[in-house]
């Protein structure tokens, strides 16, 4: 609750948390194409005899972000002494940054650069560096975990052999 007096300004809070069918529920005020929602509000006031009128306005936008090899990074073979880089394209889908961080990575992996961490600004894409050094000459079947700050949770199979280097 508040008061205004003549000539003065007001500001309200609005909390607005759409739904995947924001733009279904509002069809009436949506444009589908472009993702906004405009919709009119009339605020009475008490002892006013004229509402007031506004627009609220909403651009719905995805969370998601998008990796080119999502089904998996196949490294073959490598050295036990060495290590085998790929690199991997995350691109972001939505029209607001996000920041990403590949997290949990198992000691065979690095990603670099940033240690795995970083900014996509709207609909950016990145390259960063996938690396394999194997620890023990066995079979690896392991998970490269990347969260962003909207809650995407992404996991990448990752598949590589260790050997051991010829005497």
Known sequence: MGFVQSGE??????????????????????????????????????????PVYFTLRAQLTSGEVSLDKADGLEFGSCLVTESVAQKLTLTNLSALPQKFGFVELAPELE??????????????????????????????????????????????????QGLEPPL
């Open 9 to 50: 300004e007001f500001e309200v809070g609005v909390k607005f948390r759409p739904t995947p069918d924001a733009l279904a529920q509002c069809a009436p005020y949506a444009i589908p194409e472009t993702g906004v929602i405009a919709v009119p509000v009339r605020v009475y006031v008490p002892q006013q005899v004229i």
């Open 111 to 160: 990603v670099q650069p940033s240690d795995g961490f970083g900014v996509l600004l709207p609909h950016q894409s990145k390259v960063v560096d996938v690396m394999f050094k194997p620890r023990s000459s066995i079979a690896y079947h392991l998970n490269l975990t990347m969260k962003t700050t909207m809650g995407g949770v992404y996991r990448i199979p990752i598949f590589g």
